[in-house]
């Protein structure tokens, strides 16, 4: 019951060999953010359509990013989203991040689809309604910078979820879906330099987006709170 789950809905391997060389694959992020041994945690990867675990038999649960987009609604997408439905019913801890959070948003009632801003991608700041008792989000402070990247949105919540954080492009950054699930648009696992290595990889489709890529490299720094939320997200878990 102590371990973490984490559903992997992605790869980074198609976007930069020197980063998966350097850091590991989605995954490992996590499991390197969260401070976690490998031991700690199982790793079931989504998009394979792997089997997934009966409710309750992990502490928590983390969904990653993914360069799929939710509107797809693959299969697994469906499989996954309905498991998260049952989970969250069941008061099981979630944290979905980027497309984890969308899909978690997308499971709950919420819609979700390209965000009318375009793409929205550095380390930014988000802005945070203040409520010292959220037992995730309390410690942080608004105006605290996390990496972005994304093209899509959730863009009406799910019935009963609270917004309690957004960004200048982004109305829905972070939601509160109940006592123990969260979803948050940001990447609380990634560095300053990792997302430098996945810039440089995502150059060709910031150019096709219309996106001077030099312009996202500007302002890239590492963000010491997304490791923090991490972690703390997996202490609430194991209680």
């Known amino acids: 019951m102590s371990r973490i789950l984490i559903f ?4 980074l391997a198609p976007y930069s060999t020197d980063f998966t060389c350097r850091f590991g694959d989605t995954e490992d992020t996590f499991i390197a953010a969260a401070g976690l041994a490998p031991d700690e945690v199982e790793v079931i990867d989504l998009y394979r359509d792997q089997p997934l675990p009966e409710i309750g038999a992990h502490a928590g649960v983390m969904i990653t990013g993914a360069a799929a987009m939710v509107t797809e609604q693959a299969p697994w997408m469906l499989r996954g989203a309905a498991w998260l439905r049952a989970a969250v019913a069941a008061d099981q801890p979630v944290l979905g991040i980027c497309f984890g959070h969308q899909l978690l948003a997308h499971a709950l009632g919420g819609t979700v689809g390209p965000n009318p801003t ?3 991608a550095g380390t930014l700041p988000i802005t945070l309604a203040p ?15 996390f990496q972005e990247h994304h093209y899509q949105t959730v863009l009406t919540p799910p019935p009963g979820s609270s ?3 957004h960004s200048a492009q982004d109305a829905h950054q972070v939601l509160r879906h109940g006592p123990h ?7 609380p696992e990634l560095t300053g330099e ?14 096709a987006a219309g996106v001077d890529p030099s312009d996202l490299d500007a302002g890239l720094a590492d963000t010491p ?3 923090a939320l991490l972690q703390r997200f997996v202490a609430l878990a194991r209680g």
């Open 8 to 11: 992997k809905a992605g790869t």
């Open 118 to 120: 375009g793409l929205e």
């Open 131 to 145: 409520d010292p008792q959220d037992p995730l989000f309390g410690p942080v402070a608004t105006g605290t910078r």
């Open 163 to 165: 917004v309690i954080g």
């Open 181 to 187: 699930a969260w979803g948050v648009q940001f990447h």
């Open 194 to 207: 990792m997302m430098r290595l996945l810039m440089d990889g995502m150059r060709a489709d910031h150019a």
């Open 225 to 227: 709170e997304g490791p």
